[in-house]
């Protein structure tokens, strides 16, 4: 009995990828050796299984596929959409609140006004109090935007900070999902 042939050469023998010669040489062992007729089988059913798995799918799997891979990019669209107009109307929200802040007020200032304040009959440190001089605060003509943040939050509500030139005024506007 000849040696064993190598597991490459059964491989190819399964496969039928051998010369003819080395073919008729393998078939031969394999009527003496049971060892290599069991692997070159093994070798068989592997190939077998292969050609299977790399078959074209049927025609329905293909129409389900596409359906299905459709009405995910139509899900995507229009997630995308939302988006997109979620931010449009933001952008468009801020700039009308910019303009708001930039333009001056036409609005006319009060002049200072004198308030006279009773002096008491006794003075104070040989001094007397003069008239006391109020003056309404003027707003400043040009407050400004110095800031404009869109926040997200966990459960998905967002929303626009504006913060102005005044440190005590921070404008949120809660933004909805058209």
């Known amino acids: 009995m000849k040696p064993h042939p190598a597991e490459e050469r059964l491989a190819l023998y399964a496969g039928a990828d051998l010369e003819t010669n080395e073919s008729a040489e393998i078939a031969a062992h394999l009527r003496e050796c049971a060892v290599c007729r069991a692997m070159a089988g093994d070798f068989e059913n592997l190939a077998r299984s292969l050609e299977s798995a790399a078959s074209e799918p049927a025609p329905a799997d293909l129409k389900a596929m596409r359906a299905a891979l459709m009405e995910r990019i139509g899900r ?7 988006l997109w107009l979620g931010t449009a109307a933001g952008f468009a929200a801020a700039i009308v609140i910019a303009i708001l802040l930039f333009i001056p007020s036409s609005a006319p200032t009060v002049p200072a006004m004198e308030v006279p304040v009773p002096v008491p009959d006794v003075p104070l440190l040989s001094r007397e109090i003069p008239n006391l001089v109020l003056q ?5 003509e040009r407050a400004g935007l110095r800031a404009a943040a869109w926040i997200t939050r966990s459960d998905g509500s967002s929303q626009l900070k504006l913060t102005t030139g005044d440190p005590n005024v921070v404008i949120l506007l809660p933004l909805s999902e058209v």
């Open 76 to 82: 995507s669209r229009r997630t995308y959409q939302r």
């Open 136 to 140: 309404r605060a003027r707003r400043p």
